[in-house]
């Protein structure tokens, strides 16, 4: 399972995100790295407004100690911030109304006040992704 941290503080390395999330997932040491595979930082540049968001992904060995994560860190602070945790979601032809074709109901429609989907206008400005990965026992 694959998880989106929002709003990550600044300062954020691989190795710290990873240790965040290992101890959500589990109070064992072994256990905790046999749950983190990956980390990944990125600090991502909105070209309209030219402001700078820091996110993270973190991709889980399973979809419970995912959802476990998810329970224990939404909303918690990490480093002063308040991070929102999810599930990341990627999107292709069979599940993005816009490119299938399928029609978008109307009490979506009606939620939305602009499209959120930024698309071409943020480019990831740094990516720390090589700098760390973990060990695997």
């Known amino acids: 399972m694959l998880l989106f941290f929002?709003?990550?503080?600044?300062?954020?390395?691989?190795n710290e995100l990873y240790s965040y999330v290992a101890m959500a997932v589990s109070e064992d040491l072994i256990e905790q790295a046999k749950?983190?595979?990956?980390?990944?930082?990125?600090?991502?540049?909105d070209k309209r407004s030219n402001q700078l968001e820091h996110h993270g992904l973190v991709s889980v060995n399973s979809d419970e100690a995912g959802i476990r994560a998810i329970k224990n860190l939404n909303g918690l602070l990490f480093n002063g911030c308040e991070v929102l945790v999810r599930v990341y979601k990627q999107r292709?032809?069979?599940n993005d109304r816009?490119?299938?074709g399928l029609p978008?109901?109307?009490e979506i429609i009606e939620k939305r006040i602009q499209d959120?989907?930024?698309?071409?206008?943020?480019?990831?400005?740094?990516?720390?992704?090589?700098?760390?990965?973990p060990i695997t026992l």
């Open 6 to 14: 929002r709003n990550i503080p600044a300062s954020t390395r691989p």
């Open 35 to 45: 749950h983190v595979i990956t980390v990944d930082v990125m600090v991502i540049r």
């Open 92 to 94: 292709d032809v069979k």
């Open 98 to 100: 816009r490119r299938n």
């Open 104 to 106: 978008v109901p109307s």
């Open 116 to 133: 959120r989907r930024r698309g071409a206008s943020v480019e990831i400005y740094v990516d720390f992704s090589n700098v760390f990965y």
